[in-house]
C-alpha cells in the first residue's frame, strides 16, 4: 500500500524490509558469443511484485475484523479494494550484473529514457531489441503506453459505483508516477450513453480514448487480442484488464494469452478477476468452474513469462 502511494523512492519506511515481504520477477539478458556459440549471462535486474497469498484480493476486505489491527488498516477496505497492487511503475527494482560496465549501461539506459518516464527498459522491449546496444536502429523512447481495458463500463464508475471504476483508477494511478496512456481501447457489452461516456473522460484522455461498445469474443475480430497484434509493439508498455464477469469468454481469452507467444510477447502488465468456486465468494461469483489452486497456477505462469500478474478485484 505504501509503495502504490509513494513508489519506488519512498522514503516512509525501511525498504529491504519492505520488500522481504513481496515476490520478486527477474529479467536475464543471455547473450550468445558468435565465435563460440557460448551462452553467457550479460545482466539480470530483479523488481518487486505483490505476492500470490490468501483469496488474491485485499485480504481486509473479506475476512472478519481483527481487534488487534489499528483501524486505519480498514480505511479503504471495500470490497472493490485495489490498494494491495504493486505497479511496475511504483516497484523497486535491482540491478545484479557480473560487470560494473554492464550495470551503468543499463542504468544510463533508464536514465536516458525520455518518453516512458518510469517505465523501465525491461517492461517493454523484447528479444529483438538488445538492452546493451545503444545503437540499435529502434527508438525504444517512442514506445506507446497501451491499456486495453476489457469489462469497461463507464470510464468513471461501474454501475453507479466509483470505487469499481477501472479506466480512471489506472489514469490516475499511473499518471500520479508520470505515466501517460498514448492509446486507451475500452470494451463494454453492455449499452452505453454516448454522451455520458464521453463526457467523463478528462481533457487529455479525449483524444486517445477508443469505446467499443460491444462485448469480447474469443475469435473474429472483436477478440481483443486481434486489435493487440495489431496495434502493439514489442517495445510498447501494454497494460491489461480483464473483468467481463464472463468465465466462458474469460478463461479461453486467457488460455490464448498463456499458450501464443505472438500475444505474450506484446503484454507486460495484467489485472484479471478470476471467477472460481470459492466459500467466501459464492454470493458474488456462485458457483463457476475452477477451483483456487488453479487461479495460482495461472497467475505463476504468466508471471513466469515476464507478465505482472495482478488479481483484480
Same mark, same amino acid.
Given at each position: 500500500?505504501?509503495?502504490? *502511494?509513494?513508489?519506488?523512492?519512498?522514503?516512509?519506511?525501511?525498504?529491504? /524490509?519492505?520488500?522481504? @515481504? +513481496?515476490?520478486? #520477477?527477474?529479467? &536475464?539478458?543471455?547473450?550468445?558469443?558468435?565465435?563460440?556459440?557460448?551462452?553467457?549471462?550479460?545482466?539480470?535486474?530483479?523488481?518487486?511484485?505483490?505476492?500470490?497469498?490468501?483469496?488474491?484480493?485485499?485480504?481486509?476486505?473479506?475476512?472478519?475484523?481483527?481487534?488487534?489491527?489499528?483501524?486505519?488498516?480498514?480505511?479503504?477496505?471495500?470490497?472493490?479494494?485495489?490498494?494491495?497492487?504493486?505497479?511496475?511503475?511504483?516497484?523497486?527494482?535491482?540491478?545484479?550484473?557480473?560487470?560494473?560496465?554492464? *550495470?551503468?549501461?543499463?542504468?544510463?539506459?533508464?536514465?536516458?529514457?525520455? /518518453?516512458?518516464?518510469? @517505465? +523501465?527498459?525491461? #517492461?517493454?522491449? &523484447?528479444?529483438?531489441?538488445?538492452?546493451?546496444?545503444?545503437?540499435?536502429?529502434?527508438?525504444?523512447?517512442?514506445?506507446?503506453?497501451?491499456?486495453?481495458?476489457?469489462?469497461?463500463?463507464?470510464?468513471?464508475?461501474?454501475?453507479?459505483?466509483?470505487?469499481?471504476?477501472?479506466?480512471?483508477?489506472?489514469?490516475?494511478?499511473?499518471?500520479?508516477?508520470?505515466?501517460?496512456?498514448?492509446?486507451?481501447?475500452?470494451?463494454?457489452?453492455?449499452?452505453?450513453?454516448?454522451?455520458?461516456?464521453?463526457?467523463?473522460?478528462?481533457?487529455?484522455?479525449f483524444p486517445v480514448y477508443t469505446l467499443i461498445n460491444?462485448?469480447?469474443?474469443?475469435?473474429?475480430?472483436?477478440?481483443?487480442?486481434?486489435?493487440?497484434?495489431?496495434?502493439?509493439?514489442?517495445?510498447?508498455?501494454?497494460?491489461?484488464?480483464?473483468?467481463?464477469?464472463?468465465?466462458?469468454i474469460e478463461v479461453p481469452l486467457m488460455n490464448q494469452?498463456?499458450?501464443?507467444?505472438?500475444?505474450?510477447?506484446?503484454?507486460?502488465?495484467?489485472?484479471?478477476?478470476?471467477?472460481?468456486?470459492?466459500?467466501?465468494?459464492?454470493?458474488?461469483?456462485?458457483?463457476?468452474?475452477?477451483?483456487?489452486?488453479?487461479?495460482?497456477?495461472?497467475?505463476?505462469?504468466?508471471?513466469?513469462?515476464?507478465?505482472?500478474?495482478?488479481?483484480?478485484?
Amino acid at each position: 500500500m505504501e509503495l502504490q *502511494k509513494f513508489g519506488r523512492n519512498r522514503t516512509q519506511s525501511d525498504k529491504q /524490509h519492505a520488500d522481504e @515481504l +513481496l515476490s520478486k #520477477m527477474f529479467y &536475464r539478458q543471455e547473450c550468445i558469443n558468435p565465435l563460440t556459440k557460448v551462452l553467457f549471462q550479460e545482466v539480470e535486474v530483479s523488481q518487486v511484485i505483490e505476492p500470490l497469498i490468501g483469496l488474491l484480493r485485499d485480504p481486509l476486505t473479506i475476512c472478519n475484523r481483527i481487534n488487534s489491527l489499528p483501524a486505519s488498516d480498514y480505511e479503504g477496505a471495500e470490497l472493490q479494494s485495489k490498494r494491495f497492487f504493486l505497479l511496475s511503475v511504483a516497484a523497486p527494482f535491482y540491478i545484479h550484473s557480473s560487470s560494473q560496465n554492464h *550495470k551503468d549501461i543499463l542504468q544510463n539506459n533508464i536514465q536516458s529514457n525520455k /518518453h516512458n518516464t518510469d @517505465l +523501465l527498459p525491461w #517492461m517493454y522491449q &523484447r528479444s529483438k531489441l538488445n538492452l546493451l546496444d545503444m545503437k540499435s536502429d529502434i527508438d525504444t523512447r517512442n514506445g506507446q503506453n497501451i491499456l486495453i481495458d476489457l469489462g469497461s463500463s463507464y470510464f468513471g464508475h461501474w454501475g453507479g459505483d466509483a470505487s469499481a471504476a477501472a479506466g480512471r483508477w489506472f489514469y490516475e494511478h499511473y499518471k500520479r508516477f508520470g505515466v501517460k496512456f498514448d492509446r486507451i481501447i475500452a470494451y463494454e457489452q453492455s449499452p452505453l450513453d454516448p454522451k455520458t461516456a464521453w463526457d467523463q473522460l478528462p481533457d487529455d484522455v479525449f483524444p486517445v480514448y477508443t469505446l467499443i461498445n460491444v462485448g469480447c469474443t474469443t475469435s473474429g475480430k472483436f477478440n481483443p487480442w486481434v486489435m493487440l497484434k495489431t496495434l502493439a509493439k514489442p517495445h510498447d508498455h501494454v497494460v491489461i484488464k480483464l473483468d467481463i464477469d464472463t468465465p466462458a469468454i474469460e478463461v479461453p481469452l486467457m488460455n490464448q494469452l498463456l499458450s501464443d507467444s505472438s500475444i505474450n510477447s506484446l503484454v507486460d502488465e495484467v489485472f484479471f478477476e478470476h471467477h472460481i468456486t470459492v466459500n467466501e465468494m459464492l454470493r458474488y461469483w456462485g458457483g463457476p468452474p475452477g477451483r483456487l489452486k488453479d487461479s495460482y497456477i495461472l497467475f505463476t505462469k504468466l508471471r513466469q513469462l515476464g507478465i505482472r500478474m495482478h488479481s483484480w478485484p
